[in-house]
């Protein structure tokens, strides 16, 4: 009998990220599997925004190593890894901070920004937010752009930034609704991170738990079939 092949999205080993001479990822063994939602619950400190840029190509582990589909990221000169098309990471921080609100969009989702315009900014107090700054939006507007981002995003691979905080529970059932869809109908593979798992315990599959760099504990999330994954120490 053939052995089966494992399909692993991502497999990361004896992973470490420092930042001068302080660790703030450390890593034995993760791995995550396609068409999986999962949910990366940390306080501020505990790596959880580290560990989706490394896993974006944002950014180079220090030691061990981090592979998407079974092969490292490829890297330009000076050692500058090269992104990922199939990759998308929805966080505002990676634009510069007096490029407008409207100009980011319409550069990320160039055929979708009148329908972001439309659903989102046409009314309200999000009105005045198409022509601000991104960087002087609030914690809680960048959250809710990023949510923007990833749910009119068509990658294989969707890593969000803070995920469903400071937005209302109606805005967040709707973000929350288009993303089961995208996985279900696409087989998104989506990795979501927050601060505690209020919203991702609602719809992932798994939730990875991190507390000062390092894995606390794997739970399973809302659907047990949706998944599979696997830890080692």
């Not at 001068?20 to 619950?41: A, D, K, S």
């Not at 439309?118 to 507007?141: A, D």
């Not at 937005?167 to 087989?187: A, Q, S, V």
Request: no cysteine; net charge positive; proline share 3%.
């Amino acid at each position: 009998m053939m052995n089966q092949i494992k399909r692993v999205v991502y497999e990361l080993k004896d992973l470490k990220k420092d930042y001068g001479n302080r660790t703030v990822l450390q890593i034995g063994h993760l791995e995550f599997h396609p068409g999986t939602i999962y949910g990366i619950v940390g306080s501020i400190g505990s790596g959880k925004s580290t560990l989706l840029r490394l896993l974006s190509g944002k950014e180079k582990e220090t030691s061990g190593s981090l592979k998407y589909d079974d092969d490292t990221f490829k890297t330009g000169w000076f050692g500058k890894i090269k992104p990922s098309e199939d990759i998308f990471l929805a966080s505002i921080d990676f634009f510069q901070e007096n490029q407008k609100v409207n100009q980011a969009l319409k550069d990320i989702h160039p055929k979708k920004v009148d329908a972001i315009n439309g659903r989102y900014f046409s009314k309200g107090p999000q009105k005045v937010l198409w022509n601000k700054q991104i960087g002087t939006l609030s914690p809680g507007e960048k959250s809710w752009l990023n949510n923007i981002m990833a749910v009119y995003s068509d990658p294989r691979v969707l890593l969000i930034d803070d995920y469903g905080t400071t937005i209302d529970n109606k805005m967040e059932f709707d973000f929350r609704k288009r993303l089961i869809k995208m996985n279900k109908e696409l087989g998104t593979t989506i990795v979501a991170v927050a601060p505690d798992d209020f919203h991702l315990k609602k719809f992932a599959a798994v939730l990875i738990y991190l507390d000062n760099g390092y894995i606390s504990k794997i739970r399973p999330g809302k659907t047990k079939s949706q998944g599979k994954f696997r830890k080692k120490t």
